[in-house]
């Protein structure tokens, strides 16, 4: 059974005077720490836009790199100043970024989200044995400013990354300690900052000790953010759309409607979260480094707020469908152990081993308006990974030509357990777990081998190969609260995938880039397994006979240099998805409706639906001139279910970026940018999202957007710097496709820097 824990009419994570010892600590510890050490920022700075590591899990120079990649460096995310990795990824103007609520950011890449769009940090998969086909919440769990760098891969990144690198691979890189020719050093820095929208108050410290053969990187950073205000600006055509016009309380042990005094204060979205980074580095000889990283997150309750706002319909009124929906504290342990080898090895000439235990825990909490009983869902992972990866160099007369190849090993043991607690009574009874009661266990083994050849300083070639094994097995106990007609659950999906492309530099101002790849995703107990509720009324069930999905993608692509400090990419692809994954009616022992939670509900299960297409295109202008710098950014998606003839889940409309920054003086830093989207119209929604029309998504889909933001930076001296920005200029009420929260309104962000 859970332990019973009582529903939070607000968030009771963190009581005030322990939130209140934090922030005073944060600051305290930024205001009057020594002011005399030297700047750190300079060395962290990603060391060259040329050099990219996601494509072949080795850094190269980017200009042989036959894909489409984005890179985000420590100092990008100092000056934009995201409130979370996933405001960081949507800053790019390159990535769509859905919320499902307030603490939430689920990346689309290429008409892919969720669990097809691989998220990696140091080397390590996150993406995990009960990551959805939904949306997810987990990128958040990173702090963007822990990391140097991120490389967002575009496309399919199998034969590197192996399952789930569908839609592309988002490589995240944390800071690392430095090293130091004598003596021992520290460095130290930090800020505090608020943001009016979201009543955002964070606080981050970072603290570095550098010896010549050790070194030591410290980063702790809490944010609280509360209720997000939306816009007050309203759409001509939806002058009512996001509004909050109500919330619920429980008086006198009943669950009440209560006006909402301001109904753009979105009430029960805020939410509290920490993380702390620890990262060793020695050196044990000249090329030898062995890193130890210690990452840990958790939050506090994470209001659904989607869930939150949707109604049914009793007799002729309506009335709330949910007097409680959230998440518990979402808790992510990670401890690594990598190994960097720079000299020739048994059969390589460089040598990386990664060895890594995660711990995740999450939880789901859902109370029907109107009903004492609350249904508490636990889910708990262990998960122990292992990465060889080899580099030979072929040539050693100064040319590209190297052979990379390597294994990884996973294990992933997951726990589901699952009550029914009465808050009146306190009774506790058995309830529905989401996966199988008995649990599950996901193993792979995989080998890979690429082969990067530059025949010529202007041509280079990369292909290479990847086979993956994996076994799932899945037990459900005879004391299981939701019957089905089998026991357990086994597959044991197989996929070989390869990829080979080239880069032709045809003359100084003008590169051209292809690539074929094929990718796959084999089914995870998250697809195959689980029991919930989707929508209303509709219950998803196992369904044990689902094949790996796969794709296949062409790319082309140029990069053009016509004057000095200005460049123009443009990227075209198209995908072709075989037994496609998504939610589709199904049917149990012959029923195609059975009574869940009280209710009567249409059976639905995730199936291969058969084969779809995605193509779009990405083009991207970057321009500096002496002080000024331009940059600009449009995507383009169009996906279609084949063989269902109907619009594919995850595709996104139209989206783009333009920036401007200006430093007019040599401690001013302006910049101003403008963010847009095409409108999601209900002929380009695809049936999965359909029940969502007239809850989260107005009756004739959600309209055009855009919105404005200026920021500035002033350097006050060589220690503080005090940053300012007001985001969504005019206040405009808007809502991302997908998304079930409105995006914030007006928003002052203020920031304090210290560099020590």
């Known amino acids: 059974m859970l332990t019973t824990r009582p529903a939070p009419s607000q968030r009771i994570w963190l009581p005030l005077p322990v939130r209140l010892a934090l922030t005073i600590a944060l600051t305290s510890y930024v205001l009057l720490a020594n002011t005399d050490s030297t700047q750190i920022d300079s060395v962290r700075t990603f060391s060259s836009s040329a050099i990219v590591v996601s494509a072949s899990r080795w850094a190269e120079r980017a200009s042989t790199v036959s894909r489409q990649i984005t890179v985000i460096r420590s100092d990008d995310v100092r000056d934009r100043n995201p409130g979370t990795a996933a405001d960081m990824l949507e800053g790019t103007g390159e990535v769509f970024v859905q919320r499902s609520q307030a603490g939430g950011g689920s990346p689309r890449l290429r008409g892919f989200a969720a669990n097809s769009v691989l998220l990696v940090i140091d080397g390590v998969r996150m993406n995990n044995a009960i990551y959805r086909s939904g949306n997810l919440q987990n990128l958040i769990q990173v702090d963007a400013n822990s990391l140097a760098s991120t490389e967002v891969l575009f496309g399919p990144g199998s034969v590197q990354y192996g399952s789930d690198a569908l839609g592309g691979v988002i490589a995240m890189q944390t800071k690392d300690p430095v090293f130091f020719d004598s003596g021992v050093k520290y460095f130290g820095g930090g800020f505090i900052r608020s943001a009016s929208a979201s009543q955002e108050r964070s606080g981050s410290i970072e603290f570095d000790v550098s010896l010549p053969s050790f070194g030591s990187y410290t980063a702790l950073t809490y944010s609280s953010f509360g209720d997000l205000r939306s816009g007050r600006m309203m759409p001509s055509e939806l002058p009512e ?41 020695w050196k044990l000889d000249d090329a030898m480094e062995l890193r130890y990283i210690g990452l840990f997150t958790t939050s506090s309750d994470v209001p659904r707020y989607d869930r939150l706002v949707e109604t049914r319909a009793v007799g002729s009124s309506t009335r709330p469908r949910s007097a409680e929906w959230y998440y518990g504290p979402q808790t992510w342990l990670i401890n690594s152990l990598a190994l960097d080898i720079r000299r020739p090895v048994f059969i390589a000439d460089e040598l990386k081993v990664t060895i890594a235990h995660q711990w995740f825990e999450e939880s789901r909490h859902s109370r029907n308006f109107g009903n004492p009983v609350r249904r508490d869902q636990l889910e708990r992972l262990s998960i122990v990974s292992a990465n060889i990866d080899a580099k030979i160099e072929l040539d050693d007369s100064g040319n590209d030509r190297d052979l990379y190849y390597g294994v990884e090993a996973t294990f ?70 939701f019957k ?56 998803v069930v196992p369904n044990p006979g689902l094949r790996p999905v796969t794709v296949l993608t062409a790319e082309g692509g140029l990069h053009i240099t016509p004057l000095e400090g200005v460049t123009f990419q443009a990227t075209a692809y198209s995908s072709w998805l075989s037994d496609a994954l998504e939610k589709r009616p199904f049917s149990v022992d012959g029923r195609d409706s059975i009574d869940f939670n009280g209710q009567s509900s249409q059976v639905i299960a995730v199936q291969n639906v058969g084969t779809a297409r995605i193509w779009g295109i990405s083009m991207a202008l970057d321009a500096e001139f002496r002080s000024v710098r331009l940059h600009a950014a449009v995507t383009g998606v169009w996906g279609r279910d ?103 309104g007006r928003n002052i962000v203020t920031t304090l820097r210290v560099r020590l």
Do not use: C, M
Not at 415 to 438: C, F
Not at 448 to 475: C, D, K, M, N, V
Not at 724 to 730: D, K, L
């Open 642 to 744: 084949e063989t269902n003839n109907v619009p594919l889940e995850h595709v996104t409309p139209a989206f783009g970026l333009v920036r401007l920054h200006w430093s007019p003086a040599r401690r001013l830093d302006l910049s101003a940018d403008v963010r847009w989207s095409a409108a999601w119209l209900v002929s380009e929604i695809s049936p999965a999202d359909q029940p969502l029309i007239g809850v989260t998504i107005p009756q004739g889909g959600l309209p055009a957007w855009t919105v404005a933001g200026v920021r500035a930076s002033y350097d006050l001296n060589t220690t503080f710097t005090l940053q300012a920005a007001v985001e969504n200029i005019f206040d405009l009420q808007y809502r991302p496709a997908g998304s079930g929260i409105s995006a914030p």
């Open 484 to 539: 089905t007609p089998f026991t357990s659950i086994q597959t044991d999906p197989s996929a070989v995938t390869g990829s080979i492309g080239s880069s032709w530099t045809a003359t100084d101002i003008l590169t051209f880039h292809g690539n074929v790849a094929s990718g796959f995703r084999a089914p995870n107990v998250d697809d195959i397994a689980k029991v919930f509720e989707s929508e209303p009324g509709r219950v």
């Open 241 to 281: 759309f996001g509004l909050r016009p109500w919330t619920v309380q429980r008086i006198n042990g009943r669950d009440t409607v209560v006006a909402n005094p301001d109904p753009h204060r979105q009430i029960s979205s805020g939410y509290d979260q920490v993380n702390a980074l620890q990262k060793f580095r």
């Open 412 to 481: 992933q043991d997951v726990e589901s357990r699952a009550s029914n607690v009465n808050i009146d009574t306190d009774l506790t009874t058995p309830g529905v777990t989401r996966y199988p009661d008995g649990g599950s266990v996901v193993s792979q083994i995989a080998a890979y081998t690429q082969l990067r050849w530059e025949f010529h300083p202007r041509l280079s070639i990369a292909a290479g190969l990847r086979a993956t094994a994996i076994q799932l097995r899945s037990q459900i106990t005879p004391e299981s609260v």
